[in-house]
């Protein structure tokens, strides 16, 4: 789904998607808009902009989460500033990308976006990384050290999280069923105030989890 105000670039990039062999379920040029069809037609990955004419692209990201849990947002936008950016990844955003990216750039960002990837354009990455290690460093709710308890089990789940396994994938290399190891996942996410698996695996990072 491409959510953009401006008529032009929206058909363009629903035309290099489809080109590309991706089905465009839906192209919108307003936030509102945009949650209600995806509630409708729900789709794998929203191509989002941030500045839209009635709400902010971050207030989007937060309703589509809401409409479609398991949604990807790719975030397509003229604006690389910071705060920009981190608002968007803190509303729910998978990755971040500039317009000044190239098509072939966009679309692997769209391809690696719906694999679960997280995307940024070069240089965002590092400013992402950065913000959550300084995060990281902070103590979390109901820990005396500002260090997580986390059990060895969830420790070693997280750690092949970081790693980009599957929940399938992490279940077979230890053994474990599929449920046992989201049970895991959902544990490690409510002690460390995180959301869901984008934000465990940028905190894993942060944390050199990934080593």
Do not use: C
């Not at 934000?199 to 990934?210: H, K, N, P, S």
């Amino acid at each position: 789904m491409v959510v953009d105000d401006h008529p032009m670039w929206r058909e363009g990039v629903a035309r290099d998607l489809t080109e590309a062999g991706h089905h465009v379920v839906a192209t919108t040029g307003e936030g509102r808009q945009a949650v209600r069809i995806a509630g409708a037609v729900r789709p794998d990955v929203v191509v989002l902009d941030l500045q839209l004419p009635d709400i902010s692209g971050v207030e989007v990201i937060r309703s589509l989460r809401e409409a479609v849990p398991d949604v990807r947002v790719l975030m397509l936008s003229a604006s690389g500033e910071q705060q920009s950016v981190l608002d968007a990844v803190k509303a729910g955003a998978t990755g971040y990308l500039v317009k000044s990216a190239g098509p072939q750039e966009f679309l692997d960002a769209v391809r690696r976006t719906a694999s679960g990837e997280t995307v940024f354009t070069p240089g965002l990455a590092g400013l992402v990384l950065g913000e959550y290690r300084r995060l990281a460093t902070t103590p979390p709710a109901g820990t005396e050290d500002g260090t997580p308890r986390l059990t060895d089990r969830e420790t070693e789940v997280l750690r092949l999280v970081a790693k980009g396994l599957s929940y399938k994938q992490i279940a077979e290399r230890l053994s474990l069923s599929h449920r046992t190891v989201q049970n895991h996942v959902q544990n490690t996410l409510g002690k460390l105030q995180l959301h869901n698996r984008v934000e465990l695996t940028r905190y894993a990072i942060a944390q050199g989890l990934d080593d």
